[in-house]
């Protein structure tokens, strides 16, 4: 798979889900109100998971492809008063867009996913970081009451990344071999196979083309398979609306050993 989204578009999307993120704190009655799709944070553990995870991956992508994760030290901690914590945020999301222009896609990159299918470079580091900052502002505007659709191209990409990277592992798949389809309705499918090689992912042949497929693989051999806009596909994939809300086909029991999982790294 492949990313969908040139670098820059990248970069232009981190800042614009970031503002939107601020914009929902900042219509929020209260920083102590509880996140519900993270009920174990309140709005304000949420801003401050944003904001030291954007100084963190600047440090990160600044330090280049170093064996381990470089933590952001002598940072500021996130403020509480409302104002200053907007500021706050606004510099971590451009901390991390500065260290991204710097080092440019290509650049290696220490990730935490070095056995999926995303390279270790900046590119996708900036690729899994717009997922993250998309659907945590997801998370603060239904804590304000006011949840809005991920964007098209966000979902779409969102979709792709989210297999090749937060799932594809080489680590066995503990269970029956099986495969998993996520058909988006804006016109594109994907396929999450599962076995004792681990996951991978791969895009099916939109409807109306016919490549050849190697047997076994063909579109109409799934277990099970999710239905939906490509949006709330991502959004059941990282566990914020639940599978049976869309359209899920096949062995339903999949879905929930799937976010069950925990490959060994």
Known sequence: MTTTLEFPVLLR????????????????????????TCPEWTLFDLAQHIGEGRRSWAATVDAG??????????A??????????LAWLAESTEQLLDALRKAGPDRGCW??????????????????????IAVHTYDAQVTVGAPQPLPDEVALDG????????????????HKPAAIDFHASEGRSWRLSLSADGARGTRLPTPGTSPA?????????????????????????????PVDSLKPEGDRRLFDLLQAWEPEE
């Open 65 to 74: 492809p170093a064996p381990t994760k470089s933590a952001a030290e002598g």
């Open 13 to 36: 999307l981190i800042d614009e889900r970031s503002t939107a993120f601020r914009a929902a704190v900042a219509s929020a009655p209260s920083l102590d109100v509880q996140v519900p």
């Open 111 to 132: 990730t935490w996913w070095g056995a999926s299918q995303s390279p270790q470079t900046c590119g996708a580091v900036a690729r899994h970081q717009l997922q993250q």
């Open 213 to 241: 497929t190697t047997p076994g693989e063909g579109p109409d051999t799934a277990d099970a398979s999710l239905r939906g806009t490509a949006g709330e596909l991502v959004l059941a994939l990282y566990a914020r609306i």
């Open 76 to 85: 500021p901690a996130a403020p509480r008063e409302r104002e200053a914590l």
């Open 159 to 174: 979709l792709d990344e989210f297999l090749s990277t937060c799932v594809a592992t080489t680590s066995a798949w503990p």
